[in-house]
């Protein structure tokens, strides 16, 4: 089945202590990206990566940290959270940010995870 | 400074009636939009899409209206179930797409049908 999953779904933490957010996709697609949602925000882009070792930021990418060194997994990294990044994290992907002219831009998302910093 | 905005945080309708979501936007370098749809406990789900050389693009009971002069869109479901019950998202791209595909979304509005 083809499907985009994060880890863990639920996490509580304190301020401070680093964190990961697993995210893998076996749709073999090239594009990936995080965002988070928060009330009256919508979803906003926090990091994307084009293909394997190429990584960009979106919109809010402060106290967030990435990698892709495989296609298929793109990790969350908070080194040092703080409570302003108690939100609800979504990853997505999609096959090809270029084939501009056949793909549907359709990301695919995870199920969520929500993280709540003390 | 939201360049995608969806001002109607909910709206409620009666099963079998029409659902009218709305979506205004700021950017006028945005040339192809999506509505996604999402359960609680869920991530978003693709809906629909219409790209800006088009003004009308239907799937099954749902159609999208854009008005570029307006810098508008809407979806209509028609007619709505109470299985439409969801937060529907509006998100917004610009050419070239390899800015990283960056969609930039709504707030959302949280739509619920009613039996």
């Known amino acids: 089945e083809a499907q985009v999953t994060q880890n863990p779904r639920y996490l509580i933490t304190v301020t401070g202590k680093k964190l990961t957010v697993t995210c893998s996709q076996n749709?073999?697609?090239?594009?990936m990206s995080w965002y988070r949602q928060d009330p009256g925000l919508g979803l906003r882009q926090i990091y994307y990566s084009m293909n394997v070792e190429v990584t960009d930021k979106g919109d809010v990418p402060e106290g967030y940290k990435v990698s892709r060194k495989e296609k298929r997994n793109f990790p969350l990294i908070l080194e040092s959270p703080s409570p302003n990044q108690t939100s609800l994290y979504f990853c997505?992907?999609?096959?090809?940010?270029?084939?501009?002219?056949?793909?549907?831009?359709?990301?695919?998302f995870g199920p969520g995870t929500r993280l709540t910093v003390l | 400074d939201q360049q995608v905005k969806q001002n109607s945080p909910s709206l409620s309708v009666q099963e079998g009636r029409i659902s009218i979501l709305n979506c205004d936007y700021t950017n006028s370098m945005f040339d192809y939009f999506l509505w996604y749809k999402k359960y609680p406990a869920e991530g978003p789900t693709f809906l629909i899409s219409i790209s800006s050389i088009k003004d009308k693009n239907e799937d099954g009971r749902f159609t999208v209206f854009l008005n570029k002069s307006a810098k508008h869109l809407s979806l209509h479901i028609v007619p709505s179930q109470p299985g439409d019950s969801a937060v529907y998202f509006c998100a917004a791209s610009a050419f070239p797409y390899n800015q990283g595909g960056k969609l930039i979304f709504g707030q959302g509005t949280e739509l619920s049908v009613k039996p």
């Open positions: 997505a992907s999609s096959l090809s940010a270029d084939v501009r002219g056949v793909s549907t831009d359709t990301q695919y």
């Open positions: 749709m073999n697609h090239e594009y």
